[in-house]
């Protein structure tokens, strides 16, 4: 149980989309007025998920079964395939073309080796994100956004609600925990530490802010630069370490 949450959690906690949403808050001039609504709307929700699922589940039939190998190797040769698929750049390609039939781009833009998303560049600076810039992000009503950028804690509270929503690691992470057959202390204790990890990307910054705001701008932003010159392999890092844990775990149970 306490390898796949943990497993799951690191791979939550180095999700490009969080890290980004990250480095903007940092690039405000009030940092720790957005991160701590982030950090305590996403991690107060999930935690409250654990606790409802923990309480109404664990007695049910989920509680006494374990996955079966052949799904958790599925899921491994799944990630791992996607890694192959990342590391290639075919899955970037794939990307850029559904894309580009929902929206007209213009030729030569994004899908050649010297557009800045790739990986051709890295040494260059990379300035702090846009909300425009990010993912999912740039789809919220423009008076959210307007919020975000007025550094409105609501707003960034909302952000952190919408970001704790359980995403797939903490549903594995989930389902690893009601499979374990652990007493209840153990099952919250594990999805407690889950989110704490998950949340690591928020939570520090928010520590270190009182310590060293200079250097904790500096090295987030540093990790963010480094992330989306590199972020083929980031996906890939991310998704063959799933597909390797995955797959180990499911032969461990034949």
């Not at 799951?8 to 001039?29: F, Q």
């Not at 039939?61 to 079966?68: E, F, I, N, P």
């Not at 600076?125 to 846009?130: A, G, I, K, L």
């Amino acid at each position: 149980m306490w390898s796949t949450v943990l497993v799951m959690a690191l791979v939550a906690a180095t999700d490009p989309l969080r890290i980004g949403v990250i480095a903007y808050m940092v690039s405000r001039a009030r940092p720790v007025k957005l991160l701590l609504p982030f950090f305590l709307a996403g991690f107060t929700s999930n935690v409250a998920v654990a606790v409802a699922v923990v309480f109404v589940f664990r007695e049910s039939a989920l509680g006494d079964r374990t996955v079966h190998p052949g799904i958790e190797i599925t899921i491994g040769v799944l990630a791992g395939l996607i890694a192959v698929l990342s590391a290639t750049g075919l899955l970037e390609r794939l990307f850029h073309r559904v894309r580009n039939k929902r929206v007209a781009v213009p030729a030569g833009v994004g899908d050649h080796p010297g557009d800045p998303t790739t990986d051709s560049s890295p040494t260059e600076p990379v300035e702090p994100p846009t909300l425009d810039s990010l993912p999912v992000i740039s789809k919220l009503p423009e008076s959210i956004k307007a919020a975000l950028r007025g550094e409105a804690a609501w707003a960034a509270g909302l952000l952190g609600l919408s970001n704790g929503i359980p995403s797939p690691y903490y549903l594995g992470a989930i389902a690893a925990v009601l499979t374990s057959g652990t007493a209840v202390g153990q099952q919250l204790s594990a999805l407690v530490t889950f989110n704490l990890v998950a949340f690591s990307g928020a939570l520090i910054p928010i520590l270190s802010f009182w310590i060293a705001p200079d250097a904790t701008r500096s090295g987030v932003e540093r990790l963010y630069a480094w992330m989306k010159s590199h972020h083929r392999l980031v996906v890939a890092m991310i998704a063959g370490a799933v597909g390797v844990f995955f797959v180990g775990l499911g032969i461990s149970h034949l």
